[in-house]
């Protein structure tokens, strides 16, 4: 039996499961959109994150290219301390292999809506920063 030629999910009412890290900081609320799909080398979400939030804590990859699509809210692209202001429309590509940590907070006073995608070689080793408690917005 072959498998389906697409895969079609709704996010309207879809349930979205909380993304927190080991220290127990809740991030966001997600769905894994490449699982149901079946896929194995990319990987894509919804994310939804909270205002004052973020995405991840500060962190680089050996071989992922990761990159976020901005569907509504507002927020920032840090990448080693230079904030750049992201918005609807808004794409945002990180290389594999660089020694920029990045990461993406809700600045914003609404929900920060994106979509997430990767893809890795092979390997990959994500790396944080010596201070991956920062960056956080104080609300």
Same mark, same amino acid.
């Given at each position: 039996?072959? %498998?389906? /030629?697409? +895969? *079609?999910?709704? *996010?309207? $009412?879809?349930?979205?499961?909380?993304?927190?890290? !080991?220290? =127990?900081?809740? *991030?966001?609320?997600?769905?894994?959109?490449?699982?149901? %799909?079946?896929?194995? +080398?990319?990987?894509?979400?919804?994310?939804? #994150?909270?205002? =004052?939030?973020?995405?991840?804590?500060? +962190?680089?990859?050996?071989?992922?290219?990761?990159?976020? &699509? @901005?569907?509504? =809210?507002? $927020?920032? /692209? #840090?990448?080693?301390?230079?904030?750049? %202001?992201?918005?609807?429309?808004?794409? @945002? &590509?990180?290389?594999? $292999?660089?020694?920029?940590? +990045?990461?993406?907070?809700?600045?914003?006073?609404?929900?920060?809506?994106?979509?997430?995608?990767? %893809?890795? /070689?092979?390997?990959?080793?994500?790396?944080? /920063?010596?201070?991956?408690? =920062?960056? !956080? *917005?104080?609300?």
């Amino acid at each position: 039996m072959s %498998a389906k /030629a697409y +895969h *079609l999910t709704s *996010l309207a $009412g879809a349930p979205l499961r909380p993304v927190v890290t !080991k220290s =127990g900081e809740q *991030l966001s609320l997600q769905l894994d959109l490449s699982a149901a %799909a079946g896929f194995n +080398h990319l990987r894509v979400s919804f994310e939804r #994150i909270a205002p =004052g939030a973020r995405q991840a804590p500060p +962190h680089r990859h050996s071989t992922r290219e990761e990159g976020f &699509l @901005v569907l509504q =809210g507002r $927020g920032l /692209a #840090i990448v080693e301390g230079e904030r750049v %202001a992201v918005a609807p429309g808004d794409v @945002v &590509l990180f290389p594999p $292999g660089t020694e920029a940590h +990045h990461a993406l907070v809700n600045d914003g006073p609404d929900d920060l809506d994106l979509f997430v995608f990767s %893809a890795d /070689a092979g390997g990959d080793e994500t790396t944080y /920063a010596a201070s991956s408690t =920062g960056p !956080k *917005l104080a609300r």
